[in-house]
């Protein structure tokens, strides 16, 4: 039991609560851990409440009765995930980034705790009103981001391999073609990974076509499992709607113009923005 006073107190609660979002939490929970009346406690929750949502850090959603209590739901603002995205396009339009085949390096900016956190808040605000049992991505560059969303989701992470790892015991394999090179590739998931008929949540880095993502939709097949939803970090905006193998996603950012010759790169907010005004 801690006995601290009502700032320090307002401190450590919006600090417990953060760090265990989508997870309902009993107010008998904090009147014994600090030593106060529920009713202190309701109190100190309305004040965190009011700024979560003034400040667009999120939502704290209560529960009456015996079984109830409150629970932290991350939603970043569509103006501050706009800021952020913005400025992370900034950074991806730097020419040294332009890779052979049109592709964009983005491995430092995934390496960094402070953007993967808040692409995951981003994700993790597009997709909190949605039943979702579990995130999946392919390896290896989708997985700082899977566990960044699954860490402000509360949920677990599945990884897709491409090649199958004898420590993962028995596995489906199948076989999908790659939607921008027309070639075949393999993907594999231990059956220990994924219960039957989950609900999935899909993060991946880049999405050019969509054949990773249509692959992984098919071996979600094979478990009886759902597509949930689709997130991809940054999308090709150089593929015609009829080439593309999936359709229903969410995108943080766009590429919409590469010249190899003059290193240009463009890369705009993705289709999560499409129609807002900011």
């Not at 309305?46 to 109830?68: D, P, R």
Request: aromatic share 6%; glycine share 8%.
């Amino acid at each position: 039991m801690k006995k601290l006073k009502r700032s320090a107190r307002l401190v450590e609660l919006t600090q417990y609560l953060t760090s265990r979002p989508h997870t309902l939490i009993p107010l008998t929970t904090f009147a014994d851990r600090y030593g106060a009346a529920k009713s202190s406690i309701s109190e100190d929750l309305t004040i965190i409440k009011e700024v979560f949502e003034e400040e667009g850090i999120g939502e704290l959603q209560t529960l009456a009765g015996a079984a109830g209590g409150v629970k932290y739901i991350p939603r970043l603002s569509r103006e501050k995930a706009f800021s952020f995205m913005s400025e992370l396009c900034v950074q991806m339009e730097q020419p040294d980034r332009l890779l052979p085949g049109n592709y964009i390096y983005m491995s430092d900016l995934l390496g960094q705790p402070a953007t993967l956190n808040e692409v995951g808040k981003i994700f993790a605000s597009v997709f909190a009103d949605t039943p979702i049992d579990v995130i999946m991505t392919v390896e290896t560059k989708g997985i700082p981001l899977a566990h960044a969303t699954g860490t402000q989701l509360n949920l677990p992470v599945v990884l897709v391999r491409r090649d199958h790892q004898m420590t993962e015991g028995s596995a489906v394999s199948i076989n999908y073609v790659s939607g921008s090179h027309k070639s075949l590739h393999t993907m594999t998931l231990s059956r220990r990974a994924l219960k039957e008929k989950s609900r999935v949540l899909i993060i991946d880095d880049f999405m050019k076509a969509g054949g990773t993502i249509q692959g992984m939709v098919d071996l979600l097949g094979e478990f009886n499992a759902t597509v949930a939803g689709v997130g991809v970090l940054l999308e090709s905006g150089n593929v015609e709607v009829e080439d593309r193998l999936w359709a229903d996603y969410v995108s943080l950012a766009k590429l919409t113009e590469v010249d190899a010759k003059s290193k240009k790169i463009t890369v705009q907010p993705g289709n999560y923005f499409e129609n807002v005004i900011i």
